[in-house]
């Protein structure tokens, strides 16, 4: 790995991993940057999604309340991009480390698949996903990626008596995201913390490196650029995830 990629904190803590990586609990977290070369978009970078909609306006109870119809083909379209992107190296790296190194735990603050069809089908979607749909009444997911087009219309649950309203399966601003004790608990006993592709915006997502330091873990982050947590990451690589994640993975195998 060519050192121009990376700077290497000087370590405030004797950290190590432990001798042999066989029993090192690794946590992977990443963000809407990882599937950034699988032509998903960003939020925050320059295309972003953030960019033609406010958060307020399609990612809120009250947006949903207020213009559903606004949010609703906000995530389809979305939804429907599922269908003509697919995983990229990053992915595929992690997907294979999880197959080599059973201590590990994956948790995602993205709402597509590319995890899944990498091969990572234990990974914890923290903020939601664009295959299901939830219902508003019994709050049960269902998957929905049947047809590529769900249209317009609003459709309703079948496990309800009387039918109710599905809604998009996502943790919008405002509600809570979805398996925190399972998130805690992996992160609060972890040995190394790795992110990868997040601007550290969002909380309480962007706040788990500093879980990971207080519980004297070795933190390490993967992005384009320098995002707002920094300072919180003993390691940091800049660069695309595509190139520098199988390299760092790699290594640690
Ligand atoms: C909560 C689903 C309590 C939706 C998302 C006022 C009222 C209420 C709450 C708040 C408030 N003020 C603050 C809050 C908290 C709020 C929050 O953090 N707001 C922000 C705006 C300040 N958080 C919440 O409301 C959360 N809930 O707090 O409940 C609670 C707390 C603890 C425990 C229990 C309960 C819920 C937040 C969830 C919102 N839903 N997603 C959807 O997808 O539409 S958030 C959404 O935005 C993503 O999921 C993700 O989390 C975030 C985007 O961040 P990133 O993934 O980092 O993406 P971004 O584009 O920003 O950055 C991409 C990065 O990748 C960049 O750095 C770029 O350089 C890099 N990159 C680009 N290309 C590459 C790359 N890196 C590597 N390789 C590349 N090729």
């Known amino acids: 790995m060519n050192d121009s990629c990376c700077y290497v904190r000087e370590l405030h803590r004797g950290l190590a991993i432990k001798d042999g990586m066989e029993e090192t609990k690794v946590v992977v977290l990443t963000g809407a940057g990882i599937s950034a ?20 306006d399609v990612a809120t109870p009250q947006a949903w309340m207020a213009d559903p119809v606004l949010v609703w083909r906000f995530y389809q379209a979305r939804r429907r991009q599922l269908f003509d992107v697919k ?3 990053a992915h595929e790296a992690l997907a294979n480390f999880a197959q080599k190194h059973s201590q590990f735990t994956l ?33 049960r997911s269902e998957p929905r990626m049947d047809e590529r087009d769900l249209g317009d219309e609003f459709l309703m649950c079948k496990c309800c008596a009387t039918p109710q309203r599905l809604r998009p399966d996502i943790v919008w601003f405002g509600e809570t995201p979805m398996r925190m004790d399972e998130i805690y608990s992996a992160v609060e006993n972890c040995d190394l913390f790795i992110v990868v592709g997040s601007s550290g915006h969002v909380y309480p997502a962007a706040g788990l490196v500093n879980v990971a330091n207080t519980a004297g873990a070795k933190t390490m982050l993967v992005n384009l650029e320098a995002p707002a947590n920094a300072d919180s990451f003993d390691e940091i690589h800049l660069g695309k995830a595509g190139e520098i994640l199988p390299e760092v993975l790699g290594l640690l195998l």
């Open 107 to 139: 948790i995602t603050q993205n709402v597509d698949d590319l995890h899944e069809r990498a091969g990572n089908d234990a990974t914890i979607h923290m903020h939601g996903r664009l295959r299901t749909l939830r219902c508003e009444q019994s709050e």
């Open 37 to 56: 070369e699988s032509g998903v978009r960003t939020f925050r970078d320059g295309d972003g999604l953030w960019e033609e909609h406010r958060i307020e």
């Open 87 to 89: 995983p990229n190296p």
